[in-house]
C-alpha cells in the first residue's frame, strides 16, 4: 500500500526542465531513496513534496489526499515531516524547548492562543520531550543552548523533533552531507534503529552510496529530471542505465 | 504562585514593591540641596514612566520576541489618547471606561495595519507600519479633524453632554477620575528635609503597569511565548513544524498595539489633552529606543529603558545656562565661561545630544542594554565574593 504518489509531476524554471513527468509511489513502512547525479532534480521534488515549490502539472497525493496548493505547516500537519540538508533548529531556544515546539504542534494544531498557561506546567509535554531526548542520547544536554551544540548533535536534535510528531512520512534531504565518517555511520546507525524500532516511513535525498545501500529498501534514480529506474539496492547496483547515467566508472 | 514559578513570583513582588516605593525611590536628594533637580519623584514625571514602561513592555511583546521591529506603534498610542478623551466628553469623567476604549479601539487599528503589514517580514514590515503610523498623523490634521480636532488638540469643553455624570456645577473643567478620586489630587509628606508626593494619578498608572508587567511576565512564560520566540529564531522550521506563524504574529502585534493603546488612555486621563504630534514617527522611534537602550526580549528591560529616557528627557532639558554657572563658579573665569559652554550643548534644549551620547555607548559596549550591565555587574560581585570565599578555604 503505497503512502505518498506522485504522478506526472513537470516543473519548469524558466529554460529549465526541473522535473519532467516524475512519476514516484512510496510504499509504506519501507525507507525509499531518490538518487541521482547533481542537477537531477532531487531537490526540486522535495520541495513539490512538501508546499514550498507548486509543480507546473501532475498530482502528489499523500495519504489519499493531494498536497498540492497547501501550505508547508498544513503539509506537516498532515503527517509530512522533513529534516532538512543544513540542520534547522531553533538555534535561541534550548534543547528541551526546541523539542516541546512540534509537541505542542501536535496536540494543538497549527494555531492556539495559549498565552495563559505556563510551559513549565505543561507535564505532559515536558515527558513526552524528555522521552524523545533520551532516545536520541541527548537528555544530558537539555538545557543547554541549541546553537552551541555540535553539528552532529544538531543533526540529532532535527531527527528527534520530527520523530516526536509521529509523521507517517519523514523525508530527510542530504542527512549526512558535509559530515564525517564518523558522524555518517552514527547517523546511518541512528536512522536503521528509527526505521526497526518506530517503522516510520522515510524517503531519502542521499549522494553518498554507503547510506544509501545501507538504508534503502527501495531505490529510485533521477536523471535530468525524469526517473531512469526504481527497483530495489541489489537490482540496481547492477543495472547498465544506473552505472551509465549515475554511477559512472565508480565501484560500487 | 499566580501560575508563575517561585522565581518569578519573585520577581513580579520585587517590581511590585519597587513601583509603589517609587515616590521614595526617586526623590533620594532633600528639596532645599542642590542636587534637588535630580529628584524624579514629581507627579508628572512619576506618570510618565509607568505609561511608557507599559507601552514599551507591550512593544516588547512583538520586537521582543518575534523580532518584528514595528516602527509604527505612536499611531496606537494616538488612536489610544483620541479614544479616552471622546469617553471623558461623551460619556464620563471616570478614567475606567475611558481605558477600557482605548485598549479596544487601538486593538482593533492593530488587527487591521497588523493584517497587512505581516505580510511581509524584516525592513520591509518595519517600513510599512512607519508609513501607516505616518498616514494616521497626517490625517488627524486633515481628514479626520472632527474628530482629532486638529493642529489645536482634542480637549474637553464646558458643553460636553457627559451623559454619566452630573451636569457641571461649577464654570472651571472637570477632572478625570476614579469614583470620585481625582487624578491630580496629591498627598505630601513632610520627612525632615525632604518631601514626599504620592499621587492619584501615579498609583492608578503605576497599577496599571504591574498588571501589565504581570499579563507579559505569563505571555513570556507560556506556550504562546515559546512560540513566539521561536518565530525569532527560525520561522521557517516553525513552519514546516505544524505552525502557522502569521496568526501568532499578528496576535503578538494585536497585544501590544493593545499596550500601546492603553498606555495613550492613560496618558489622556493624567492630562486630557491630545494632539496629532502624540502620533509622529519620533515617538514610534522612541519606544524602540526604550526598548534596545533597556533590554530586548528581556521582561524588566524595556521599563528600565523607558525610565532611562523619560528621566533623561525631563531632567537634562531643565538645566540651563544659570544653573551650570553656578555648579563651575569655583572655576578662573574665562574657563568657567568655556565649560559653562560646552556643557550647555548637552542640557537644555541639547539634551538630545546627551541621550544620541549615552545611547551609542549602550549600544556599543552593552548590546544587551540596561539589563546586561546589571547581569555583568551581579556576575563581576559574585565571581569577587567566590574569590574571597576561595581564599579562606584553604586557610581553615
Not at chain 1, 536523471?223 to 551509465?244: C, F, M, S, Y
Not at chain 2, 461649577?170 to 476614579?178: E, F, K, R, T, Y
Not at chain 2, 528600565?304 to 532639558?317: H, P, T, V
Request: hydrophobic share 45%.
Amino acid at each position: 500500500m503505497s503512502i505518498l504518489e506522485v504522478k506526472g509531476v513537470n516543473k519548469r524554471f524558466g529554460g529549465l526542465q526541473a522535473l519532467g513527468n516524475v512519476n514516484l509511489s512510496v510504499k509504506e513502512d519501507t525507507c525509499h531513496a531518490i538518487i541521482g547525479p547533481n542537477g537531477a532534480g532531487k531537490s526540486t521534488l522535495l520541495n513539490c513534496l512538501v508546499g514550498k515549490l507548486i509543480p507546473d502539472s501532475g498530482s502528489v497525493v499523500f495519504d489519499g489526499q493531494s498536497v498540492l496548493g497547501r501550505k508547508p505547516h498544513e503539509i506537516n500537519q498532515m503527517g509530512i515531516s522533513r529534516v532538512f540538508q543544513t540542520p534547522e533548529i531553533f538555534g535561541d531556544l534550548t534543547v528541551i524547548e526546541n523539542v516541546m515546539i512540534p509537541c505542542f504542534a501536535k496536540r494543538d494544531g497549527s494555531f492556539r492562543m495559549h498565552a495563559y498557561e505556563a510551559v513549565h506546567q505543561e507535564k505532559g509535554i515536558i515527558e513526552q520531550a524528555e522521552a524523545i531526548l533520551a532516545d536520541v542520547n541527548m537528555l544530558d544536554k537539555r538545557h543547554m543552548h541549541a546553537a552551541s551544540l555540535s553539528r552532529g548533535d544538531k543533526r540529532r536534535l532535527e531527527m528527534a523533533m520530527c520523530l516526536v510528531q509521529e509523521p507517517r512520512l519523514l523525508l530527510l534531504d542530504e542527512p549526512t552531507a558535509g559530515m564525517a565518517r564518523a558522524d555518517t555511520n552514527n547517523t546511518i546507525e541512528l536512522l536503521k534503529e528509527i526505521r526497526k524500532k518506530r517503522r516510520i516511513t522515510m524517503a531519502i535525498i542521499e549522494h553518498d552510496m554507503h547510506v544509501v545501500f545501507s538504508l534503502a529498501e527501495r531505490i529510485t534514480v533521477l536523471a535530468q529530471g525524469t526517473p531512469l529506474v526504481e527497483d530495489t539496492p541489489e537490482n540496481i547496483k547492477g543495472h547498465p542505465k544506473v552505472r551509465e547515467a549515475y554511477l559512472g566508472e565508480a565501484q560500487v | 504562585m499566580l501560575g508563575l514559578s517561585q522565581k518569578d513570583t519573585r520577581f513580579l513582588f520585587i517590581v511590585i514593591a519597587l513601583t509603589l516605593l517609587t515616590p521614595f525611590l526617586l526623590n533620594p536628594f532633600p528639596t532645599d540641596s542642590a542636587l534637588a533637580q535630580f529628584n524624579a519623584g514629581y507627579p508628572a514625571l512619576m506618570q510618565r514612566f509607568a505609561i511608557y514602561g507599559l507601552m514599551a513592555i507591550g512593544f516588547n511583546i512583538l520586537f521582543g520576541l518575534t523580532g518584528y521591529l514595528s516602527f509604527g506603534h505612536a499611531a496606537f498610542l494616538g488612536v489610544g489618547s483620541y479614544a479616552a478623551v471622546w469617553m471623558f466628553k461623551l460619556l464620563s469623567m471616570n478614567v475606567l471606561p475611558a481605558i477600557i476604549m482605548a485598549t479596544l479601539l487601538a486593538g482593533l487599528f492593530a488587527l487591521v495595519i497588523g493584517f497587512i503589514s505581516l505580510r511581509r517580514s524584516g525592513i520591509y514590515f518595519s517600513i510599512l507600519t512607519l508609513a501607516f503610523a505616518e498616514m494616521s498623523y497626517r490625517l488627524a490634521y486633515s481628514v479626520f479633524t472632527p474628530v482629532t480636532n486638529g493642529e489645536s488638540g482634542l480637549q474637553l469643553g464646558l458643553k460636553d453632554p457627559r451623559i454619566l455624570d452630573a451636569p457641571l456645577t461649577s464654570a472651571s473643567l472637570p477632572v478625570p477620575g476614579l469614583f470620585g478620586l481625582k487624578m491630580n489630587s496629591s498627598w505630601t509628606l513632610d520627612l525632615g528635609p525632604w518631601d514626599f508626593t504620592f499621587n492619584v494619578g501615579y498609583y492608578f498608572c503605576a497599577v496599571v503597569a504591574i498588571l501589565g508587567f504581570y499579563l507579559s511576565l505569563r505571555i513570556f512564560r507560556s506556550p504562546f511565548g515559546l512560540m513566539l520566540r521561536a518565530i525569532k529564531s527560525n520561522q521557517n522550521r516553525l513552519n514546516y513544524t505544524g505552525l502557522n506563524s502569521r496568526p501568532y504574529t499578528l496576535a503578538a502585534f494585536v497585544i501590544s498595539g493593545m499596550y500601546a493603546g492603553l498606555a495613550g488612555g492613560l496618558l489622556a486621563a493624567m492630562d486630557p489633552l491630545v494632539g496629532a504630534e502624540r502620533m509622529q514617527w519620533t515617538a514610534s522611534g522612541e519606544v524602540v529606543l526604550m526598548t534596545i537602550v533597556g533590554g530586548v526580549g528581556t521582561l524588566m528591560g524595556p521599563v528600565l529603558g523607558a525610565g532611562f529616557i523619560k528621566y533623561a528627557e525631563n531632567i537634562f532639558s531643565k538645566i540651563n545656562e544659570s544653573i551650570l554657572h553656578s555648579w563651575f563658579s569655583w572655576l578662573p573665569d574665562g574657563l568657567e565661561d568655556a565649560v559653562v559652554w560646552i556643557f550647555a550643548r548637552f542640557v537644555g534644549e541639547g539634551w538630545h545630544l546627551t541621550l544620541g551620547l549615552m545611547f551609542m555607548v549602550i549600544v556599543i559596549a552593552l548590546p544587551g542594554g540596561l539589563v546586561e550591565g546589571g547581569q555583568r555587574i551581579a556576575r563581576f560581585l559574585r565571581r569577587k565574593s567566590d574569590d574571597s570565599a576561595a581564599t579562606t578555604t584553604p586557610a581553615e
